[in-house]
């Protein structure tokens, strides 16, 4: 039978429509046929490249027995974490209090009122290393709720009263200043991992926002430092197995510290941050490398995750079919010395197992190797790399791919739009910048479509049932100001403000603390609240970050206050966790710089407008036109000349200007050192 997920447009929840479990989506219906049976919910969260939620759902959600006691004892209610990240959120936070650690599959056992009283994360078939089997999970909770109903309300009510009493300390003391981020830095150096890059240890996951927060603070000041930690950590992963050598793109994380073998799924807002970390390592420095990888990712994202109605997929699978035909991870990406001879011939494949890394005894399982770069191949003959690398990608191709998650989520194309627009215009290519636009143009009809609020997530062009949050707002409004700055479009300046608006009307709280969540959705347990940057910018501070922009192409005061309002945060928490605090560390150089306004008279396009986009100065936004209508698309072109007949330039900070320039040494001269004035 075909239970209620049939009619859902999450492919996370269609992949258990036909689990013998009679599942429920996340809805008020659910929690009030908990109430009428008087049962518990049971609540599972995951998402579709998650590998222990496949795991998980095969051994026990797909189980006659397992789910017949289900159906009995429980209404079962599944939720995809990148629906509803509030959701998620806030019963994560339960999770973490009450067991230190949490994770996919979450397993989370409610009362009718969603509160929560038994947490978990997987739990096996049969019990092992110490931990309950999923079935006698289920029969204590059972038991519990049958016989013991009083201690269950009680550890309920207290674990509510808990989560309120955490609300956030928002430190609305004003702004970081140069001392927080030079403490920050500190604290970044102190984890640095000298020997490979990134920080802590393993597993190791991409640091994308840290490093695009040492690329600006090296902008402004010089350090030479900081430039230094972002490089080799840009090197590192680049050549390690995390980075795919034959398609582009990355993976999750590192399970080492040595960025040898990964997490093999891909996930789009790891590639859109990391492009645009990549475009922006080149911008600083011109390395070679970092080009080649800024345009492989984006190449990667376009060709694999981009959707027929222009947007883009949420995410690869880590798991696909091997030669045996059972499902395994990675075996869409490793070789063995064997498959390469199989597909090179004797030679090549000596030169490829060098070159690549694949040893006899393998670097992943059963002898299989990931590819990398280990570089003690000596000098290599660059044309046989491109040859021998085409032939692997071609014979890759004819492997059973990996699932895709077809889900467009409005944050994470957000984030795609900007990285596509500017690697775009950094390159000389426009057809990525046209991808940028056409995502940009689904996120506008399909997400915010009828009703001018915005939708998380759509599929096959029609918009879901869930409300944006925070970081959809953000992230969504951050790549529509890229958009502008490179396409010289004034109606991406319009969105991105109609959607900041609605933050400042929806999202914001006293002291400039922000809600993940609008005043008018759904009431949870607890209103989620993170401004911490984990995989993705949080939404506090994408806000911040795309509400300092705006502020800067506009002069609206409003949003300015808004943007120094919510940066409190990072001042409280830069100095602490570095880490996770990335982005909001990079919106704090943005200010610290101005940021500075570019406005170019002159052709979008023109060399003016490239020095202009070039420039390193951290966050500065960029507005380019000509012709009387330009002031009404960008307000930064308002009286604004040309000088002599020619292309002009104008660098302001606080909207007080150098003199305008028509020569492009003196715009990147004026761009790249640290601020006056």
Not at 173 to 180: F, I, L, M, R
Not at 362 to 373: D, I, M, N, W
């Amino acid at each position: 039978m075909a239970n209620r997920l049939a009619q859902t447009t999450s492919p996370y929840l269609l992949q258990h429509a036909d689990n013998p479990v009679d599942w429920w989506p996340w809805s008020p219906e659910a929690f009030e046929e908990a109430r009428r049976r008087d049962v518990p919910v049971l609540l599972s969260v995951g998402y579709a490249s998650c590998h222990w939620c496949h795991v998980m759902a095969h051994e026990s959600f797909e189980d006659h027995a397992t789910a017949a006691y289900m159906n009995e004892h429980f209404v079962s209610v599944k939720v995809d974490r990148e629906e509803r990240p509030d959701v998620d959120a806030v019963y994560m936070e339960a999770v973490q209090a009450a067991t230190g650690h949490g994770g996919w599959p979450m397993t989370v056992f409610l009362t009718a009122d969603g509160e929560p009283f038994y947490f978990g994360t997987y739990f096996p078939p049969e019990a092992r290393h110490g931990s309950p089997s999923f079935r006698q999970v289920l029969e204590g909770v059972a038991a519990a709720w049958k016989d013991r109903r009083d201690e269950v309300a009680e550890v309920a009510g207290r674990i509510v009263a808990d989560l309120a009493g955490r609300s956030l300390v928002h430190g609305g003391d004003g702004v970081p200043g140069e001392s927080e981020v030079a403490q920050a830095l500190l604290g970044l150096t102190r984890e640095y991992d000298e020997q490979h890059g990134g920080f802590g240890g393993a597993p190791k996951f991409p640091p994308s926002m840290a490093v695009e927060f040492l690329l600006r603070h090296y902008a402004r000041t010089g350090s030479e430092g900081a430039l230094q930690m972002a490089a080799d950590t840009c090197a590192a992963m680049a050549r390690g197995g995390i980075y795919d050598q034959l398609g582009g793109g990355f993976a999750r994380y590192s399970v080492d510290r040595e960025w040898i073998v990964p997490h093999f799924e891909k996930m789009l807002y790891d590639n859109a941050l990391l492009c645009r970390v990549y475009a922006h390592l080149w911008r600083a420095t011109g390395s070679d490398e970092a080009r080649r990888i800024a345009l492989e990712t984006a190449d990667f994202m376009v060709r694999e995750l981009r959707t027929a109605e222009g947007g883009f997929a949420s995410a690869l699978d880590a798991d696909s079919e091997d030669a045996d035909g059972r499902h395994v991870e990675g075996a869409y990406y490793v070789w063995t010395p064997a498959q390469l001879r199989e597909v090179l011939g004797e030679d090549d494949a000596a030169f490829a197992a060098a070159y690549y890394g694949v040893t006899e005894d393998g670097t992943f399982e059963e002898g299989a190797s990931v590819l990398r770069l280990p570089g003690d191949a000596g000098p290599v003959d660059a044309d046989r790399v491109a040859d021998v690398r085409a032939r692997l990608l071609a014979a890759r191709e004819q492997r059973p791919r990996p699932g895709r998650d077809d889900k467009v989520v409005a944050a994470w194309n957000g984030l795609a739009v900007a990285a596509l627009a500017e690697t775009g215009a950094y390159f000389d290519r426009p057809d990525l910048v046209e991808r940028a636009t056409e995502a940009a143009d689904l996120l506008v009809r399909v997400h915010l479509g009828e009703v001018a609020r915005l939708t998380r997530t759509s599929k096959d062009g029609r918009a879901g049932d869930n409300a944006g949050v925070l970081e959809d707002y953000g992230d969504v409004a951050e790549g529509f100001l890229a958009l502008a700055a490179v396409t010289g479009e004034g109606a991406w300046l319009e969105f991105a403000g109609f959607l900041l608006d609605i933050v400042l009307e929806q999202f914001t709280g006293e002291g400039g603390q922000l809600y993940d969540t609008a005043h008018d959705a759904e009431q949870l347990i607890r209103r989620p609240q993170d401004p911490t940057d984990s995989a993705t910018p949080s939404g506090w501070t994408a806000a911040a970050g795309a509400l300092l922009s705006y502020a800067a192409y506009t002069g609206s005061e409003p949003h300015r206050t808004a943007a120094e309002g919510a940066l409190g945060v990072v001042k409280a928490l830069g100095p602490r966790v570095p880490r996770f605090v990335g982005w909001g560390l990079a919106v704090a150089e943005a200010l610290l710089d101005g940021p500075r306004e570019v406005a170019v008279a002159g052709p979008v396009g023109g060399e003016l407008h490239r020095t202009a986009l070039l420039g390193r100065a951290p966050g500065a936004v960029v507005a380019a036109g000509e012709g009387p209508g330009a002031g009404a698309e960008f307000p930064l072109l308002v009286d604004r000349p040309l000088v002599g007949g020619q292309p002009t330039a104008y660098v302001c900070r606080h909207f007080v200007c150098s003199a305008p320039t028509t020569d492009a040494g003196e715009l990147a001269a004026a761009l790249a050192g640290p601020a006056g004035g």
